[in-house]
T-cell receptor, first 114, second 114 residues
Framework: GAGVSQTPSNKVTEKGKYVELRCDPI?????LYWYRQSLGQGPEFLIY????????DSGLPNDRFFAVRPEGSVSTLKIQRTERGDSAVYLC????????????FGPGTRLTVL | GQQLNQSPQSMFIQEGEDVSMNCTSS?????WLWYKQDPGEGPVLLIA?????ELTSNGRLTAQFGITRKDSFLNISASIPSDVGIYFC??????????????FGQGTTLQVKP
């Protein structure tokens, strides 16, 4: 069966531009997570969706970051006015409602802000 | 914020040797998980631990949830070249509201010499 997929796999943008990163979770998984991984570090939590709503967005670094999941499946992470410090791998994970801590990760989107 | 201290930071071993790595925290965790990440890929779940004292195996991998709920270890027996990669511990903090939000360690980079 299909795992978590993320597009694009790589994104290069210029400082100040807007970017959207997409995540397709495992079919049937109601919980979806975004993490950010900087070089040489472990993933850091950004936001958690249960269904369509953001149940925990405490990890979003500032108001330039926003994520949506309008139909409870695909999610889009949006970054406005990108900064060089936003460069990282953005990982998406999904899990079933009954086993939220058993998360399955996608391959990530490598974002480079020039 | 909550942090996980993972050690060692890196290991370079001979094929066939056993490997041990651990993760500690100053606070209690409800769940401990161990992931492996290959270059350009997302983390892959190896073992999940849900109860203090639990000892779980997955092939040549064995992991334990510490009795104090503040630590976990992962052992790999009879290492092979494909064990190369970065190993992350992750945990769901006690009192995090059962959102499934995970805190990750900094990773242990394993290199295996044939």
């Amino acid at each position: 069966g299909a795992g978590v997929s993320q597009t694009p796999s790589n994104k290069v943008t210029e400082k100040g531009k807007y970017v959207e990163l997409r995540c397709d979770p495992i079919s049937g998984h109601t919980a979806l997570y975004w993490y950010r991984q900087s070089l040489g570090q472990g993933p850091e939590f950004l936001i958690y969706f249960q269904g369509t709503g953001a149940a925990d967005d405490s990890g979003l670094p500032n108001d330039r970051f926003f994520a949506v999941r309008p139909e409870g499946s695909v999610s889009t992470l949006k970054i406005q006015r990108t900064e060089r410090g936003d460069s990282a791998v953005y990982l998406c994970a999904s899990s079933s409602r009954t086993s939220r801590d058993t998360q399955y990760f996608g391959p990530g989107t490598r974002l480079t802000v020039l | 914020g909550q942090q996980l201290n993972q050690s060692p930071q890196s290991m370079f071993i001979q094929e066939g040797e056993d490997v041990s790595m651990n993760c500690t925290s100053s606070s209690i965790f409800n769940t401990w998980l161990w992931y492996k990440q290959d270059p350009g890929e997302g983390p892959v779940l190896l073992i999940a631990l849900y109860k203090a004292g639990e000892l779980t195996s997955n092939g040549r991998l064995t992991a334990q949830f510490g009795i104090t709920r503040k630590d976990s270890f992962l052992n790999i027996s009879a290492s092979i070249p494909s064990d190369v990669g970065i190993y992350f511990c992750a945990g769901q903090p006690y009192g995090s509201g059962n959102t499934g939000k995970l805190i990750f360690g900094q990773g242990t980079t394993l290199q295996v010499k044939p």
